[in-house]
Structures are given as structure tokens and as C-alpha cells.
């Protein structure tokens, strides 16, 4: 029997931001880009990953459309690091305070840097994890990026 979630804190986080969509709760996980979008009867591109990484040991988020993988390579060159690295799943919860599969754009201890896959731009809905593998709120690509402060970047294929 699964235990209720409360995803309280996360909407009070979105509308402290104006964000004006509801967090949408699943019965089961929907950990891949390709579950939730089977869940929502959404294209997989219309699903923004967020993806935890150490660029050059700094916490780095990634909303990568769930149609891409991203291109490390092409990431550090574009931030000028010499190297992003997938973050293991104790620092992705230290910097987030969320968990892997469920890791939103908002909510964590302190502001990361951000960049926002420019293929969600493609899509006038987009649907992010909501701090909880059972999770997810629609926002926009333009949303994305004024709640994350982040940048708009073609970050892989």
C-alpha cells in the first residue's frame, strides 16, 4: 500500500512563483521521460527532465526535453567549464532536496544554475516532476525559464 504524498509545499513553492498549474499526482512512479508522457497522453518531447549534474563541482540543472539526451561535451563547452558530470544521487538530494525521478525545477534549498532545453519551446505544455517520482505540473517553455532564472540552450540530441 503506498503512503499519501504531500505535494503542499511544492504548489505553495509554484504559486509563491505565479505558476498557475496544478500539481497532478500518478498512483505509481512515473521515473522516465517516456512513462509519464504515457500517463499524460503527451508526446515524450513534451516532458522537461530535470537532470542533476556537477559542472566542474557545481550543482548544475539540466530541463532537457524527454526526447533528448543531453550532450555533456556540448554543455561544458557552452558554460566554459571543463567538465559536467552526471551528480550522484546524495548530491543531487543535498542540492535539490528531491529526489532522483522526481527532482522539479523550483523548490531546492538554494537557487542552481539552470539551463532549459530550447526544444520545449516546441510545445505550448510541457510537464515538469513536481519534487516526487508521483508527480508533475504543466508549465511552458517560457514559464520554465522565469521560475528557474535559468537559460534557454540546445544542451544534446
Known amino acids: 500500500m503506498r503512503v499519501a504524498v504531500d505535494y503542499s509545499r511544492f504548489q505553495e513553492a509554484l504559486r509563491g512563483l505565479g505558476v498557475a498549474g496544478e500539481v497532478r499526482e500518478f498512483p505509481a512512479a512515473v521515473p522516465t521521460a ?11 518531447g513534451a516532458i522537461a527532465n530535470s537532470l542533476v549534474f556537477a559542472a566542474d563541482g557545481e550543482p548544475l540543472l539540466v530541463m532537457t526535453s524527454g526526447a533528448h539526451r543531453v550532450d555533456t561535451a556540448l554543455v561544458a563547452k557552452a558554460l566554459g567549464v571543463s567538465s559536467v558530470d552526471r551528480a550522484d544521487a546524495k548530491s543531487v538530494r543535498a542540492w535539490t532536496g528531491q529526489v532522483i525521478g522526481g527532482v522539479g525545477p523550483v523548490a531546492h534549498p538554494a ?41 534557454a540552450a540546445d544542451v544534446g540530441d
Do not use: K, M, Q
Open 34 to 44: 517516456a512513462a509519464a508522457a504515457a500517463e499524460l497522453g503527451c508526446e515524450v
Open 111 to 151: 537557487p542552481i544554475r539552470t539551463l532549459v532545453d530550447n526544444w520545449l519551446a516546441r510545445y505550448d505544455v510541457v510537464w515538469a516532476a513536481a519534487g516526487h517520482p508521483h508527480a508533475v505540473f504543466p508549465t511552458s517553455f517560457g514559464e520554465l525559464l522565469r521560475i528557474t532564472g535559468g537559460t
